[in-house]
Structure formats: C-alpha cells, structure tokens
C-alpha cells in the first residue's frame, strides 16, 4: 500500500540495523514508533525542526504541550543544557533510567522534559540517532496509550515512516512527571512511579 510504514522488528538478530534505517527515515524528517520500557511513543529528530512540528500535527496535541526528550543516557541530558540541582539530581540518582521525566532547566531556554528509558531497545535508538530524540505516546491526544507496535500503529501509521517493534511494552503505564517550584518537586502527572516514592526519594 503507498504511503504505508516501514515495519522494524527489534528481535536479537539485526537490530542494530533496523536502529539505523529508523534513524536514517527521522533524519529525513519522518515520524518513527517506537517502543519504549513504559507504552509505545511515536519519535522525531530534535535537528529536524519541521518533523516535532509534524509530531505535534499527527497526534493532534494541542501546541502548548512540548513534547519531552527520551535520552540515552545523563551526559546527554546534560549537552543539551538542562540544569541538576538538588532533588533533580536525587530524583535522576534513584529512578533513572527508569519511567520518570523530569521538567529541568536549560540553560538558554524554556525548561525540558527529559527521561532515560530502562529498556534495551529503546537505549540503543537513543544511541544511534545521537543520543536524544523527541519523543511522545503513540496515539491521538486524549485516546488510550498504545502498549504495542500494532496498537501504535493503527492510531499513527498513516503519519509515519517506520515502525519499530519490539514486542509489548514491558510497562504498561505512561512515565510519571516532575517539576520543580522553588526547589520541590511537584508532580504533574503520576504514571508508573507513585507521588509518595518521589517525595520519599526527595527526603531520603
């Protein structure tokens, strides 16, 4: 069928080059699902500005929403010029990699969304594509996240180039979400990790 997806599959025999066909589709500025260790997201290149505007036009999600960064690792966080500072730093300490995105603060800029994701896959994308990507849930604003690659897309496949599959995600709940006021963390959407273990965290 035109038009329809490449289908990626992530199984121990060649992924790490589907890792780079679905780089090389996001380098062309294509929209990419992706599996993650929380739900499935649907990724754009963060050097591919006209792509995030398309992630935003293909799940329909409202443009004041940014759309958070999945990262390979801390160092990666830290080049794109996010700030740790006190509970961040404990909060990256005891969950990350993990289902945690922390609203920071970058240097330049209008505070981030970052998370690094504890699932094998997701890290050698994250990896190949230089170690950050734009990254949401792979379905349209306000509908139930996809938890496989199927689910993902039959919301999105007609907005992307590729599909990376990877089997059902591990998870199964979308990535708990923190920011700072004043020092404290507040938490803004509470997913896969609870409002009490980020505050025990916090005063441990």
């Given at each position: 069928?035109?038009?329809?997806?490449?289908?990626?599959?992530?199984?121990?025999?060649?992924?790490?080059?589907?890792?780079?066909?679905?780089?090389?589709?996001?380098?062309?500025?294509?929209?990419?699902?992706?599996?993650?260790?929380?739900?499935?997201?649907?990724?754009?290149?963060?050097?591919?500005?006209?792509?995030?505007?398309?992630?935003?036009?293909?799940?329909?999600?409202?443009?004041?929403?940014?759309?958070?960064?999945?990262?390979?690792?801390?160092?990666?966080?830290?080049?794109?010029?996010?700030?740790?500072?006190?509970?961040?730093?404990?909060?990256?300490?005891?969950?990350?990699?993990?289902?945690?995105?922390?609203?920071?603060?970058?240097?330049?800029?209008?505070?981030?969304?970052?998370?690094?994701?504890?699932?094998?896959?997701?890290?050698?994308?994250?990896?190949?594509?230089?170690?950050?990507?734009?990254?949401?849930?792979?379905?349209?604003?306000?509908?139930?996240?996809?938890?496989?690659?199927?689910?993902?897309?039959?919301?999105?496949?007609?907005?992307?180039?590729?599909?990376?599959?990877?089997?059902?995600?591990?998870?199964?709940?979308?990535?708990?979400?923190?920011?700072?006021?004043?020092?404290?963390?507040?938490?803004?959407?509470?997913?896969?990790?609870?409002?009490?273990?980020?505050?025990e965290a916090c005063n441990a």
């Amino acid at each position: 069928m035109p038009g329809q997806p490449k289908l990626l599959r992530l199984d121990g025999t060649a992924d790490a080059a589907a890792c780079a066909d679905a780089v090389e589709a996001m380098l062309a500025g294509g929209l990419v699902i992706v599996p993650t260790d929380t739900v499935y997201g649907v990724a754009a290149h963060p050097g591919r500005p006209g792509a995030v505007k398309g992630l935003f036009a293909a799940k329909g999600r409202d443009a004041g929403k940014p759309i958070p960064f999945l990262a390979a690792d801390i160092a990666s966080v830290k080049r794109a010029g996010a700030v740790f500072e006190g509970a961040a730093a404990a909060l990256a300490a005891a969950f990350w990699p993990g289902p945690l995105t922390l609203v920071l603060p970058v240097a330049g800029s209008d505070p981030e969304g970052f998370r690094i994701p504890a699932f094998d896959p997701a890290l050698m994308l994250l990896r190949a594509a230089g170690g950050l990507l734009r990254v949401t849930s792979a379905n349209l604003s306000g509908e139930p996240a996809a938890l496989t690659a199927a689910a993902a897309a039959h919301a999105l496949g007609a907005s992307v180039a590729a599909v990376l599959d990877a089997g059902p995600s591990p998870g199964g709940a979308a990535s708990t979400v923190v920011a700072f006021r004043a020092g404290r963390p507040v938490v803004l959407r509470e997913g896969a990790l609870a409002a009490a273990a980020i505050m025990e965290a916090c005063n441990a």
